[in-house]
């Protein structure tokens, strides 16, 4: 079954600290990895979008990396600030069909000031 | 500004009334979808459109009816409105359809929908 897992579920770290979260997917054929940042009340903003043979990906203080072999990728936040307060989303798009991308449920970030 | 724009942006409505949740973008994209987001269950697909008069069925589409006459307009219809599509629901774009394109999607800001 095509499914994207998340973790941690939630975390609270306190402003200008680094965090890393976590994204493990089972879905196959691959085609890309996206990470995207979505605001309470907002619709998701994409941040990242890797392919197979990207291992990293830098958008300012956001760096995603993908391990295709194990199927893991993190997205990784530098100095965190207030403004970084977000659902974090991974969703992996399946090599296949149209009806393609699997989401998973988000980590929910606050930075604490 | 290039955006997606959905409305309305919240509805309090009853069991039974039809309505419609119009989404626009302005992008001339190819791809158009709508997901409902529920807490604990993360986005889930209701219907996508590959282009005009192209749709088809997500992975929650039951109870719901989109069309795709227009490039730039994909409304979500309920005919006939149940508490269980009580729901947070999001229309999204990207330039192309394929399951190879590296586009990202564009997604509107919401709209809240509760059914009494």
């Not at chain 1, 309470?40 to 990293?56: A, C, D, H």
């Not at chain 2, 302005?26 to 192209?54: A, C, F, K, T």
Request: glycine share 6%.
């Amino acid at each position: 079954k095509n499914q994207v897992e998340q973790s941690p579920q939630s975390l609270i770290i306190l402003e200008g600290k680094n965090c890393t979260l976590q994204c493990n997917y089972t879905v196959s054929p691959f085609s890309n990895l996206r990470w995207y940042k979505q605001d309470t009340g907002r619709g998701p903003v994409s941040l990242t979008i890797m392919t197979f043979s990207e291992n990293t990906k830098s958008n300012g203080r956001y760096t995603a990396t993908l391990d295709a072999d194990t199927k893991q990728s993190s997205l990784h936040i530098t100095a965190s600030q207030l403004s970084d307060s977000a659902s974090y989303i991974c969703v992996v798009k399946r090599l296949k069909g149209y009806s393609t991308l699997t989401f998973g449920k988000g980590t929910m970030l606050l930075v604490s000031p | 500004e290039a955006q997606v724009t959905q409305n309305p942006r919240y509805l309090i409505t009853v069991t039974g009334k039809k309505l419609t949740v119009t989404c626009s973008q302005n992008m001339n994209h190819e791809y158009m979808s709508w997901y409902r987001q529920d807490p604990g269950l993360g986005l889930r697909q209701i219907y996508y459109s590959m282009n005009v008069e192209v749709t088809d069925k997500g992975d929650v589409p039951e109870g719901y009816k989109v069309s795709r006459k227009e490039k730039r307009n994909f409304p979500l219809i309920l005919e006939s409105p149940s508490p269980n599509q009580t729901s947070l629901y999001f229309c999204a774009s990207s330039l192309f359809a394929g399951s190879r394109s590296n586009q990202p999607q564009h997604f509107g800001d919401g709209t809240r929908l509760s059914i009494l």
